[in-house]
């Protein structure tokens, strides 16, 4: 996990889910620990997420990299993860959306953070959505 990532987390952990820097007041911030693919490993990577009811939305932008992120090969592989929300944790199940919800999905997740459109614009790979469901403990 690089540095930025890293320094996200640690903010992200000792104040109660909330960061400064590019993610200055945004409540859409999101922690998740996923099992490495190929390791096995525990892996942890910050995200923003969209609110949609009883689930949050995942973006496999990748910044607009013209390839998936770890953390998506990841949940194909093993779509349990651990789920940080604020200061609530939880267990939580992925769900792989296809169109035509993904691409609504992805539309609301441009209105609310309008740089998601260039991550869009600037691949030419069909960027995946994820819904992240709580599981029942």
Do not use: C
Not at 71 to 92: I, S
Not at 99 to 104: I, S, T
């Amino acid at each position: 996990m690089n540095a930025f990532n890293e320094n996200v987390i640690a903010e992200f952990r000792a104040n109660n889910g909330k960061v400064g820097g590019p993610f200055e007041g945004r409540d859409n911030m999101v922690v998740i620990t996923t099992t490495g693919a190929k390791s096995g490993r525990q892996i942890t990577n910050p995200l923003v997420f969209l609110p949609d009811g009883d689930r949050i939305v995942l973006i496999a932008s990748n910044g607009g990299a013209d390839k998936h992120p770890a953390w998506y090969h990841n949940l194909r592989a093993n779509p349990e993860l651990t789920v940080e929300l604020g200061t609530e944790t939880y267990t939580g199940k992925a769900e792989f959306i296809e169109d035509p919800e993904r691409g609504e999905l992805y539309d609301r997740m441009v209105e609310i953070m309008p740089q998601f459109d260039d991550y869009r614009t600037g691949t030419t790979r069909r960027i995946p959505v994820v819904a992240v469901y709580r599981q029942s403990a």
